[in-house]
């Protein structure tokens, strides 16, 4: 199984921040990488596909980059709604895995 | 908008079988080219991938679980549904239903504790 990794575990940032977070793949997954978003006591939502494609609906201050075994996940300026737990997912092969997650908190 | 809602047991006795059924509105689960999927988080854990069923009828499991899960499909109920048999303490998660494409998920259904428990 392809093996996910994220950094940091859990960052506190304020309203307003610029906030990145970096998953690691242990192998090459090309630009087959998802991020979700979870907010507490809620299903995750797909924010990004393809590592770098918007979901419809997801505000632009989102983004994604990477491809091979480095991706990182950007909200360019924190709103309130921001704060949750995310998740970036592996889409490049059988078993799908996850990364374990990065909670963001208010500081 | 397809939407979709997990239903079944909250409570599952060790080494009982849990199964539950996702109901699907506003879509057909025969059509689509989607990938009814579940996947479940174990409390205070992250997010296991257990596997999907095509629109067509074929599935894949993850290995980890595939000698216990089935998922099949009722399509005149718009439903499909996980089996999962010889549960244990290790089974107990949030169990999510979703759509596949087929490898992002989106949209998930709101999800539904299981404990497994004497």
């Known amino acids: 199984d392809i093996q996910m990794t994220q950094s940091p575990s859990s960052v506190s940032a304020s309203v307003g921040d610029r906030v990145t977070i970096t998953c690691r793949a242990s192998?090459?997954?090309?630009?087959?990488l998802a991020w979700y978003q979870q907010r507490p006591g809620r299903a995750p939502k797909l924010l990004i596909s393809a590592a770098s494609s918007l979901q419809s609906g997801v505000p632009s201050r989102f983004s994604g980059s990477g491809s091979g075994t480095e991706f990182t996940l950007t909200i360019s300026s924190l709103q309130p709604e921001d704060f949750a737990t995310y998740y970036c997912?592996?889409?490049?092969?059988?078993?799908?895995?996850f990364g374990p997650g990065t909670k963001l908190e208010i500081k | 908008q397809v939407q979709l809602q997990e239903s079944g047991p909250g409570l599952v006795e060790p080494s009982q079988s849990l199964s539950l059924t996702c109901t699907v509105s506003g879509g057909s689960i025969s059509s689509g080219g989607y990938y009814w999927t579940w996947i479940r988080q174990q409390p205070g854990k992250g997010l296991e991938w257990i596997g999907y069923i095509y629109y067509r009828g074929s599935t894949h499991y993850n290995p980890s679980l595939k000698s216990r899960v089935t998922i099949s499909r009722d399509t005149s109920k718009y439903q499909f549904s996980l089996t999962l048999t010889s549960v244990t303490a290790a089974d107990t998660a949030v169990y999510y239903c979703?759509?596949?494409?087929?490898?992002?998920?989106?949209?998930w259904g709101q999800g539904i504790l299981v404990t497994v428990s004497s």
């Open positions: 997912q592996q889409a490049n092969s059988f078993p799908y895995t």
């Open positions: 979703a759509i596949g494409y087929p490898n992002w998920f989106d949209p």
């Open positions: 192998q090459g997954i090309s630009s087959f």
